[in-house]
């Protein structure tokens, strides 16, 4: 098996895992604030000075806990000296306006009186249009993308697409690691010895059921099409080696998604001359050649070369093949198909790109965004290790857990091929379910094995946070977990991630001295300063759901104990359960399509996002408001992006 892995002068260059960054341990939202227009506010930006207008509201209202010494949360904000200095830190700066827009910060129950309404917007306004001037004038970066393999899913649908063999080879290969939520992150996807063997088996075993080798003596039965896919033409004894040049040709031109040289097909037809040599069948050395085109780092990597490798400044457009590999894996999680191939051979894909959006979304394979997208942005690929406790939820089995992962699925689905607004993901007026899911829900009227749209209008429940997977997903064996829930609305819906949890916090069930019903307990535990910022952001929304239990079953009382699922945010706003905490969250539509935006771009390009990514994760989420925050106008927006359509090297070789 050597040869098929020799001859091949490209060096790979494997990245180092990557680096997660230590985020400021601060609490970040953005209830109900509006800064307006990116212009405006950095015109606002320019009439203000930090010296004279910002810098004392900081010291009158944030130095006794963030400055002369003080470092709560490891910030200082008097080591701040210059806009300079703001700019070398932006993203503490971005996380300060967020906290001061929502209201957290400074935080309640001091002694110090907190800023007006009018300060507070001084000092967000001053902040966001200076960061603004300085995004809007850096030099436009298109990131860095590392070299990556082809992950599990995008492995087995392109030995799907190219050679017409359904096999899922990939199944049996390791799993692949994730980085920012998705394994889409080539700085993740490395290659061991062993995935290396895994490639060899698996090449072999496709082609193998694709190709039907001659038999001496038996009769001639019909040839699968995946044969008579790799084998398209004819050939005699005087023109084999044409033919051989022609067929491994087309499927290198495939696999590798762009033209192949001539001295790159030579090197394949030497394996099927070895084969003849060797008195072997024609089609045996077709076949060797092939297992050859399946190991070449072309096939398993997404090869898009640097024009210049030593300069990381360096930037360039894509090629239209390398832009149609990029769409078909983003959108499909595979090779391209005939169409792209054909727009990417004339040069005509990026002016016919929209409608080619279009019309990928509507095929069968834009399965696999919801599959692959939505199954690592809602963690829907955990819900097959959850385990609720039989004995509190004894409903609970297998049937029903793939029933909660379908209806979220089809929910995902659903407004993607409608092309609804992404708003439905948060509050929605229908989902779909069978008779089974429909007995969790209380809705008798559904009947039978098969899914179907049924209308919640009337009910608390509405969008994702209302549907059983994500209660399931969020709750413990044995009872609810208002801080698993509140935690997913705000790194997954609000884009706000809170911090980790400090060192030597004890987990709630560990404290022996708590007493109570959850929420008192939780009350307790919030007692604590250390842990006070960020279970303030995060209890209040996940006991908003508290009447949902730990499978997502609708109650009033938790045992002996009315269920209370009102609370306050620490905006001020106070909701009295479920469904006017999901209005509320609706009403932040622009923190979430940041949010969405944010996690689409991440997954479709393959790394995580620098501050240089800010003004085009702004561009994306304005273009969803200006369009009623339609599904596709997300998608259009991202693959029409600059960090989608161009590349930059890394100053390496």
Known sequence: MTPFILGHSEPIRFQEFYRV????????????FDGGAGESRAAEAQTLTYQKDVLPLLQKYCYDCHGKGRRKADLAL???????????????????????????????????PKPTHAERQLIVKWVQGTLEQHYRTARPDPGRVTVRRLNRQEYNNTMRDLVGVDIRPADEFPEDDTGYGFDTIGDVLSLSPLLMEKYLTAAEKVLDKAIVLPVKGAKAGPLPESHKR???????????????????????????????????????????????????????????????????????FRWELDGDPKNSKATRSLNDHELAARLSFFLWSSMPDDRLFELANKGQLRRNLEAEVRRMLKSPKANALMENFAGQWLQLRNLRTVAPDPKAFPSFNDKLRDDMRRETEMFFTYIMREDRSVLDFIKADY???????????????????????????????????????????????????????????????????????????????EEKALTGNMRQQ??????????????SRMDPIGFGFENFNGIGIWRDTD???????????????????????????????????????????????????????????????????????????????????????????DGKQ
């Open 21 to 32: 960054k230590k985020w400021i341990l601060i609490a970040v939202a953005a209830l109900g």
């Open 78 to 112: 008097d080591a701040f000296k210059s806009e300079a200095d703001i700019f070398k830190q932006h993203e503490i700066w971005e996380k300060v306006a967020q906290n001061l827009a929502a209201n957290e910060m400074p935080p309640s129950g001091r002694t110090i």
């Open 431 to 509: 989902t779909f379910m069978n008779e089974r899911l429909a007995q969790l829900y209380g809705f008798p009227r559904v009947k039978g094995e098969q899914f179907q749209k049924v209308s919640l209008a009337g009910t608390p429940r509405g969008g994702l946070l209302t549907q059983a997977s994500v209660l399931t997903l969020t709750s413990n064996p044995t009872r609810t977990s208002p801080v698993k829930r509140g935690k997913y609305v705000l790194e997954n819906i609000l884009g706000t991630p809170p911090p980790p949890p400090p060192p030597n916090v004890p987990e709630l069930n």
């Open 230 to 300: 790799i084998f398209f033409r004819s050939w005699t004894p005087a023109n084999k080696t044409e033919a051989a040049r022609e067929i491994i040709g087309v499927f290198a031109r495939r696999a590798f998604r762009r033209p192949v040289t001539t001295q790159e097909t030579w090197r394949y037809l030497r394996l099927v001359a070895m084969a003849e040599e060797q008195n072997e069948p024609f089609e045996k050395g077709v076949k060797l050649a092939l297992q050859a085109v399946l190991v070449s780092p072309h096939f398993l």
């Open 559 to 649: 045992g002996a104990q009315p269920i209370n699922a009102a609370d306050t945010l620490p905006s001020g706003q106070r909701f009295s359960g479920p469904a006017e905490l999901t209005n509320l969250l609706l009403a932040r539509k622009n923190d979430f399509a940041q949010c969405l935006s944010e996690k689409m771009l991440t997954y479709a390009i393959g790394r995580g996002m620098e501050f240089y990514d800010k003004p085009t994760v702004d561009a994306i989420a304005q273009q969803l408001e200006k369009k009623n925050y339609r599904f596709s106008t997300l998608i259009i927006a991202v693959v029409t992006s600059l960090p989608f359509d161009m590349k930059r090297g």
């Open 522 to 535: 939780m009350e307790q535990h919030r007692a604590n300063p250390t842990c006070a910022s960020c279970h």
